[in-house]
């Protein structure tokens, strides 16, 4: 089955220590996007790469970073991160903008916490 | 500054009864509408979508509903089932044609 999955599903970290969350996507999907979601929080983008394009959010902080090496996999990479990083990060792809709206689809999401 | 807003976070329902979520937006740019369903442990799974061009749209047990002037939707489930049980996101698109801002969900019980 066509699927995005997104490794570790839990990750634990040490404050201050680099972290880095994967996923890939089988759908072939041009446009892949990283979400914060905090607990009882709505999930909030944090970045977006159409193919190779990458695109930060305003308030995405610098201490996130992503690369997208090639069409299937990408990166989310915490520099630094803090106690307030703690959180769901949730990655999904959808095909191009071509129309509006179109619909995401979620991996299962990787729960990061700091130590 | 949240622009889509759930108000209920939580609602429980009887088995073959009703269920609505309902959903406020505050930007007027917006023009699509996505509602996504998120079982414990899993990413949210897209449920169905309303452009704003429509005021309704229907697929099987869902229909969402669009009231542009009030900017406000709503989800209708009939008849509920236990296996809808899960979190409920509604998600809205705007200029960008592509973010999505999402509320913060409705977790909704069906019993039996």
């Known amino acids: 089955d066509a699927m995005v999955i997104q490794n570790p599903r839990y990750q634990v970290t040490q404050f201050g220590k680099p972290v880095t969350l994967s996923c890939s996507q089988t759908l072939n999907h041009n446009v892949m996007y990283w979400y914060q979601q905090k607990s009882s929080q709505a999930p909030k983008l944090l970045f977006h790469?159409?193919?190779?394009?990458?695109?930060n959010e305003a308030d995405t902080p610098d201490n996130f970073q992503s690369r997208r090496p090639n069409t299937s996999f990408c990166f989310l990479d915490i520099r630094s991160p803090g106690l307030g990083d703690a959180a769901m990060y949730l990655c999904?792809?959808?095909?191009?903008?071509?129309?509006?709206?179109?619909?995401?689809?979620f991996g299962d999401g990787t729960r990061l916490s700091i130590l | 500054d949240q622009q889509v807003k759930q108000n209920s976070p939580s609602l429980s329902v009887q088995e073959g009864r009703i269920s609505i979520l309902n959903c406020d937006y505050t930007n007027s740019m917006f023009d699509y509408f996505l509602w996504y369903k998120k079982y414990p442990a899993e990413g949210p799974t897209f449920l169905i979508s309303i452009s704003s061009i429509k005021d309704k749209n229907e697929d099987g047990r869902f229909t969402v509903f669009l009231n542009k002037s009030a900017k406000h939707l709503s989800l209708h489930i009939v008849p509920s089932q236990p296996g809808d049980s899960a979190v409920y996101f509604c998600a809205a698109c705007g200029d960008s044609g592509y973010a999505l801002n999402f509320g913060k969900g409705t977790s909704l019980l069906v019993t039996p």
């Open positions: 999904a792809t959808s095909v191009a903008f071509g129309s509006r709206g179109q619909p995401q689809h």
């Open positions: 790469y159409y193919d190779k394009d990458f695109n």
